[in-house]
């Protein structure tokens, strides 16, 4: 069942609003379809230039952003999203196909919270979803 955003909701939701950036459709709706179940609030872009678009228009309280994307990358992305005081607050797990260690190192200095390599267990992204949200309790719709 779909869970409805009531207007009324929006400043206290952003606590449980996730923004998931990927250029391959099939991590969106994985990505989006457990972190839903998980009584999230979420949406997605499919490159960088969108997710900057909507990070500004929403800002999540959390994105999940893909390294490798056309338009503008992953790095690209959370550079601009950390150094911009009104964004900064914004958490940032990169995921990405690269799992070497400058790669890693590259994606924190960028600003990212965290680093996931793909492939990646769908279960692990929303447990550390929930640690950086501090959402320890389950809910599910």
């Keep these: 069942m779909d869970r409805v955003i009531m ?25 989006t379809f ?12 499919a490159n960088g230039e969108e997710a900057m678009a909507k990070i500004q228009q929403s800002k999540p309280k959390l994105v999940l952003l893909d390294v490798m994307m056309p338009k503008k990358n992953g790095y690209e992305v959370c550079k601009e999203v950390k150094s911009n005081s009104s964004l900064s607050d914004i958490h940032i797990i990169m995921l990405t196909a690269k799992g070497q260690r400058a790669d890693r190192e590259k994606g924190l200095n960028a600003g990212a919270d965290e680093f996931m390599t793909k492939p990646f267990s769908l279960k692990t992204v929303v447990d550390k979803a929930k640690e950086i949200l501090g959402d320890g309790h389950e809910r599910k719709s």
Excluded: C, Q, T
Aim: proline fraction near 5%; glycine fraction near 2%.
């Design 7 to 31: 207007d009324n909701e929006a400043p206290a939701n952003r606590e449980r609003r996730i923004l998931v950036v990927d250029d391959e459709p099939n991590v969106i709706r994985s990505l």
């Design 34 to 45: 457990v972190l839903e179940k998980e009584g999230y609030d979420v949406s997605s872009a």
